[in-house]
């Protein structure tokens, strides 16, 4: 609701906006034409910038499409990123953290901070397991997920790893996926049910 005072303060920048009109016009008299294209162009630039942040969410699904939980049918869909990859976000512990969904791997491997923010000391972790990978061997630490989320589906007690060298996200390998009844890939998306 508008008080007095907003009403006086709309008053005064409409009056000072008036008077920077003016003035530009009056600066500008010889080459009206000139002034008025350009103040077309300004207002065609303005109208475009309110139709973008009007559209924002639909343009960023389109840019990045986020994945969606049918938790009652018991599926999960999983846009292919424009990176190649499928990234899926799962609350570990509580804990909202971002895998690239890797069929190719094993186990999940957490990050060192990704386990931080899942609640891991990681001066408690015992890095004595090692694992191959792409970049040569690593040394990792096993610990268990008390629980991972993805919308209404649950799971509990899931092992994972902790990387002790730098990784540069999570990933979610077949030892969570095994747990899925079918993966399908097609259509630009990885589809999990259950």
């Known amino acids: 609701m508008m008080t007095p005072d907003n009403w006086a303060s709309l008053a005064y920048l409409g009056l000072l906006g008036v008077a920077l009109v003016s003035w530009y016009i009056?600066?500008?008299?010889?080459s009206l034409g000139t002034v008025v294209k350009q103040a077309g162009a300004w207002m065609m630039i303005f109208l475009g910038v309110i139709a973008v942040l009007g559209l924002w969410d639909d343009i960023r699904q389109t840019v990045r499409p986020v994945q969606a939980?049918?938790?009652?049918?018991?599926?999960?869909?999983?846009?292919?990123?424009?990176?190649?990859h499928?990234?899926?976000t799962l609350l570990v512990n509580d804990a909202p953290i971002?895998?690239?969904?890797?069929?190719?791997?094993?186990?999940?491997?957490?990050?060192?901070?990704?386990?931080?923010?899942?609640?891991?000391?990681?001066?408690?972790?015992?890095?004595?397991?090692r694992a191959r990978t792409a970049n040569g061997e690593v040394?990792?630490?096993?610990?268990v997920l008390d629980q991972v989320?993805?919308?209404?589906?649950?799971?509990?007690?899931l092992p994972a790893f902790v990387n002790e060298g730098?990784?540069?996200?999570?990933?979610?390998?077949?030892?969570?996926?095994?747990?899925?009844?079918?993966i399908e890939i097609g259509d630009g998306k990885m589809t999990l049910v259950r």
């Open 149 to 157: 989320s993805l919308g209404g589906i649950k799971d509990n007690a």
């Open 166 to 182: 730098d990784l540069f996200g999570s990933l979610l390998g077949m030892s969570y996926l095994q747990r899925w009844s079918r």
């Open 26 to 30: 009056l600066q500008n008299r010889r």
């Open 69 to 84: 939980v049918f938790a009652p049918e018991g599926r999960v869909e999983i846009p292919w990123s424009h990176d190649g």
């Open 139 to 143: 040394r990792t630490a096993p610990v």
């Open 86 to 88: 499928y990234y899926l």
């Open 98 to 129: 971002r895998f690239v969904v890797d069929t190719g791997a094993t186990g999940v491997v957490l990050s060192q901070s990704d386990a931080e923010r899942a609640g891991f000391d990681l001066d408690d972790l015992n890095y004595y397991d």
